[in-house]
T-cell receptor, first 114, second 116 residues
Framework: AAGVIQSPRHLIKEKRETATLKCYPIPRHDTVYWYQQGPGQDPQFLISFYEKMQSDKGSIPDRFSAQQFSDYHSELNMSSLELGDSALYFC?????????????FGEGSRLTVL | AQKITQTQPGMFVQEKEAVTLDCTYDTSDPSYGLFWYKQPSSGEMIFLIYQGSYDQQNATEGRYSLNFQKARKSANLVISASQLGDSAMYFCAMRVMPGTASKLTFGTGTRLQVTL
């Protein structure tokens, strides 16, 4: 069965650079969530989109932006990278309505800022 | 706002034994879903089991069962017959109004180590 696809899986950037992470949800899933998991931490919610509109916003820095496109894939753009942005970034998808409510997670994109 | 509490930072269990990972939650919403995810050292987040707030019976999935005590607001994960491959980080999580575009809130996790 198709799963959530995230790219790239690993990314190394310098401070003050920009990074873009991509997420392709499970087909027919209309909701995408982004989470950031620092070393030894639990995943922290950043932002979510339902039917291409932002549906909720968590602890996402102003330096970060995201959007969901017409094909439902999503991109997380991170600018002016800081050392503290080094983390595992998860994308998850679900159906916005109906179902048991499980979020399906991608394998994550590991960002290292040097 | 919802909150998940996992009070066990780490647990040890012997192979083939059962283990219970604790989770308590807090929410004022009457409709919510409780989830357990496993995160091995490779990093991926693996869904294990789900319990809806209106479900009358405790959820079970193979060796995993969820001990749901609504009045106590607890949703403990029971792993029976532990295997070495169960060694991982385990997160309890909650969504209010599951089936909508609501976010998942995680607890701080419990690291389980299965020993021989």
């Amino acid at each position: 069965a198709a799963g959530v696809i995230q790219s790239p899986r690993h990314l190394i950037k310098e401070k003050r650079e920009t990074a873009t992470l991509k997420c392709y949800p499970i087909p027919r899933h209309d909701t995408v969530y982004w989470y950031q998991q620092g070393p030894g931490q639990d995943p922290q919610f950043l932002i979510s989109f339902y039917e291409k509109m932002q549906s909720d916003k968590g602890s996402i820095p102003d330096r970060f932006s995201a959007q969901q496109f017409s094909d439902y894939h999503s991109e997380l753009n991170m600018s002016s990278l800081e050392l503290g942005d080094s983390a595992l970034y998860f994308c998850a998808s679900s159906t916005g309505t109906g179902g048991a409510g499980e979020l399906f997670f991608g394998e994550g994109s590991r960002l290292t800022v040097l | 706002a919802q909150k998940i509490t996992q009070t066990q930072p780490g647990m040890f269990v012997q192979e083939k034994e059962a283990v219970t990972l604790d989770c308590t939650y807090d929410t004022s919403d009457p409709s919510y879903g409780l989830f357990w995810y496993k995160q091995p050292s490779s990093g991926e987040m693996i869904f294990l089991i789900y319990q809806g707030s209106y479900d009358q019976q405790n959820a079970t999935e193979g060796r995993y069962s969820l001990n749901f005590q609504k009045a106590r607001k607890s949703a403990n994960l029971v792993i029976s017959a532990s295997q070495l491959g169960d060694s991982a980080m385990y997160f309890c999580a909650m969504r209010v109004m599951p089936g909508t575009a609501s976010k998942l809130t995680f607890g701080t996790g419990t690291r389980l180590q299965v020993t021989l």
